[in-house]
């Protein structure tokens, strides 16, 4: 039985076995009795508690979530706040990557700016929201910081990652064939980098969304973080869940659209 079993291939998929249609709906029916699973959950649990306020049942919810199409200031908060989470994550991803570049390739650079960076990052982001509105005031400044700090050590991290495992067989080749040296950054350094450093930026994308969230509790008067807070003032409860799920709804929405411009970029992988 081991021989067998280390004669089949570890990168094997179901695709491997079933077409891609018959992959397609079995992923597609997991998902669903997943989803299923979790609503009859739900539904138990408020039913056991029998009080609104505390646990609204499923349809309640979906009922308030339907309702948020038709609240135009629920949109204009969401946009608002996507527009905070793109500028903190561009900021996150431009520091990031060219920080953990240079950690990754010099022995130096990592000597100065690791302790620093290992210090800042155990620092509760929540710690940051007092002095950020000291520094930037009520409004885009404090949230957009707190997305950029909530991303820029997962780039930094990932990056330094990439760099460092690549084979110094490459080095070699390059040199060999008379490449320089920042014909070797562009044409080694960079596309080995590009899948750990794409993943870095996919988990400060998530990291920055949630941030954004929290900060928006505290720092500033319009957002979808403070339609939040203004459903839990009123005591909305259903439609606290329902802002709830269309976070979440847009949070994935964006973590695929990183992966799939991830996955563009690294086809040759």
Request: aromatic share 10%.
């Amino acid at each position: 039985m081991e021989k067998i079993t280390n004669q089949i291939p570890k990168n094997i998929s179901i695709s491997a076995f079933l077409g891609e249609k018959e992959s397609l709906r079995v992923r597609l029916l997991s998902q669903a009795v997943s989803l299923a699973l979790f609503i009859l959950l739900w539904r138990r649990m408020s039913l056991y508690y029998n009080n609104q306020l505390l646990l609204p049942t499923p349809g309640s919810t979906f009922t308030a979530f339907i309702g948020l199409f038709g609240d135009p200031e629920i949109w204009e908060n969401l946009l608002l706040t996507l527009e905070r989470v793109l500028k903190g994550f561009a900021c996150a991803l431009l520091i990031g990557a060219p920080i953990g570049l240079l950690m990754g390739s010099s022995k130096i650079a990592m000597y100065m700016f690791d302790p620093l960076l290992g210090c800042i990052r155990q620092v509760p982001l929540m710690a940051w929201i007092p002095l950020s509105i000291i520094w930037f005031g009520l409004g885009n400044g404090p949230t957009i910081f707190m997305i950029a700090l909530a991303g820029i050590f997962a780039v930094v991290l990932n990056t330094v990652a990439g760099v460092r495992n690549i084979s110094p067989d490459y080095y070699h080749a390059a040199r060999s064939m008379g490449a320089g040296t920042w014909c070797i950054f562009l044409r080694v350094v960079l596309p080995c980098a590009l899948p750990d450093i794409l993943g870095g930026a996919r988990l400060a994308l998530g990291s920055g969304w949630m941030a954004v969230i929290c900060a928006e509790f505290i720092a500033t008067s319009a957002g979808f973080g403070f339609s939040m807070v203004e459903a839990q003032t009123r005591m909305e409860t259903e439609k606290l869940l329902a802002l709830m799920v269309l976070g979440a709804l847009v949070g994935y929405t964006m973590d695929k659209c990183v992966c799939a411009i991830g996955n563009r970029l690294t086809r040759w992988k």
